[in-house]
């Protein structure tokens, strides 16, 4: 069946960055969008941008340009989210969801998160 | 603009009709999709598109869209209905990608 499977946690201090992976199964890797969504404690989901697993094209939300990067290993079927420059507001659950359709409306799919922590 | 309004909290008794708003310019022309979220899980759709269920969705989850308003009814809402609900809508900026409304916790008495 189609898994999204992400690692559970990571810790960095102020200025690090870091990289969640979310390694997919069950279906062709290159064949639906996978998007990145972040949710801070006791907040709602946010769309980060998305990664077309195929050509490694790449669309962030506006708020995210130049400080997130998405890029993707087709060999072992991984999409990665790279965020740098970690700030005390990004201690945040992040999601990769895979797109179903391609269309941005049907995510079918998610991992269960990554929780990055931020902490000197 | 690409925001969408959810009020932050519900509630209903049990067994009785709710209904969650999502308010946003890109509703007009556009369907919302609805995701529930519950403490500790990732997100999971109940709705999209006019008014669709995808499969292993209870039939007492329905939607509609009206205008810049979409909402999602629940027709006898269940205890394990407790959840926080999330619309989201496509943005034509970023195609395929989306905008989440900021949520809205229901609480079923």
């Known amino acids: 069946q189609v898994q999204l499977v992400q690692y559970g946690a990571e810790v960095k201090k102020p200025g690090a960055s870091v990289k969640v992976s979310c390694k997919t199964s069950?279906?062709?890797?290159?064949?639906?969008?996978l998007h990145w969504v972040r949710q801070a404690p006791g907040q709602g989901l946010e769309w980060m941008g998305w990664?077309?697993?195929?050509?490694?094209?790449?669309k962030y939300a506006q708020k995210f340009q130049g400080w997130v990067t998405m890029t993707r290993d087709t060999s072992v079927s991984t999409a990665f989210m790279e965020l740098s420059s970690l700030r005390s507001d990004d201690p945040a659950v992040y999601y990769c969801?895979?797109?179903?359709?391609?269309?941005?409306?049907?995510?079918?799919?998610w991992g269960q998160g990554t929780l990055v922590t931020v902490s000197t | 603009s690409s925001e969408l309004t959810q009020d932050p909290a519900v509630s209903v008794a049990l067994g009785q009709t709710v209904r969650i708003t999502c308010r946003g310019d890109?509703?007009?022309?556009?369907?919302a999709s609805w995701y529930q979220q519950k403490p500790g899980q990732a997100p999971v759709i109940v709705m999209y598109?006019?008014?669709n269920r995808p499969s292993g969705i209870p039939a007492r989850f329905s939607g509609s869209t009206s205008g810049t308003t979409a909402s999602l009814t629940i027709t006898g809402a269940a205890a394990e209905d407790e959840a926080d609900y999330y619309c989201?809508?496509?943005?034509?900026?970023?195609?395929?990608?989306?905008?989440f409304g900021g949520g809205t916790r229901l609480t079923v008495l």
């Open positions: 969801a895979r797109d179903l359709r391609g269309d941005g409306i049907y995510f079918d799919s």
């Open positions: 069950g279906y062709p890797f290159t064949g639906y969008y």
């Open positions: 990664i077309n697993p195929d050509s490694g094209a790449t």
């Open positions: 890109s509703l007009r022309g556009n369907y």
């Open positions: 598109g006019k008014n």
């Open positions: 989201k809508v496509r943005d034509s900026t970023t195609f395929p990608g989306v905008v």
